[in-house]
Each structure stands twice: as C-alpha cells, then as structure tokens.
C-alpha cells in the first residue's frame, strides 16, 4: 500500500487489489477548524477525476472534496456522516472519506507522494 497526495490536499491509500481509500489530508482539516457537516459521495457513482465528489463543512468554511482519480465509489465511511468531526480528530485513518474502485491506475503516477506534499506544504 502506498499514500499519495493531491494539490486539492487529499490523500489516496492506495490498495492491491485496485481500490483506494480516500480521505482529507491533516492540512485541509487545519485549515477547516471543527468539522460538522460530510456531504459523502452515492456508493455506486462514477467520478472523474477532479470532479466534486463531496463536501465537508466546518464551523469556518465549506470546501469540496474532489476525486483524486477515475473511479466508481465503492464504500463511503458512515461513522464519518456519523461523527464529523472523526475528519479532525483522525483524518488519516478513521476519518476517510469513500473508498473508490480505480479506473486509471496510471493516473496515480501524477500524484504526489509524502516527500512531494511537504514540500508543497512550505510553499503555502
């Protein structure tokens, strides 16, 4: 398994079996502040990438959630509609958005991985 990283500042973990997981990155959820409303994503609909896939609202500002990728949403996290703020308190792991059935794979080429993200980070 390996994490890429979008622009968008979403995370991907990326699975064998041609699945990822897909979640907001512990930036986005900084610069949000208190998550309080997920707009998640119908199991079953297919995205392309960079299209608006969900939303998260926080006590601050609504952002989109964007597809990293080509794919069809396989799962969506409900302890996440549950409990919002899971997106704050551990957005890496119980926190994750939908998981998607990718597409593409080669697409994952042009995301970046933990070096390339921090690097972005210090440009912000």
Known sequence: MSIK???DHEWLEVHADGTATVGITVHAQDALGD??????PEVGKTFAEKEVA???ESV?????V??????????????????PSLANSDPLKAGWFFKVRLSN?????ALMDATA????????
Do not use: C, H, S
């Open 60 to 64: 601050k500002a609504a952002a989109d």
């Open 105 to 109: 794979p080669a697409q994952l080429d």
């Open 54 to 56: 969900g939303v998260v």
């Open 117 to 124: 993200y921090d690097a972005l980070l210090k440009t912000l």
């Open 5 to 7: 990283y979008t622009p």
């Open 66 to 83: 964007y597809m990293p990728v080509d794919g069809e949403i396989t799962e969506v996290n409900e302890a996440l509609r549950d409990d």
């Open 35 to 40: 998550v309080v409303f997920v707009d998640l």
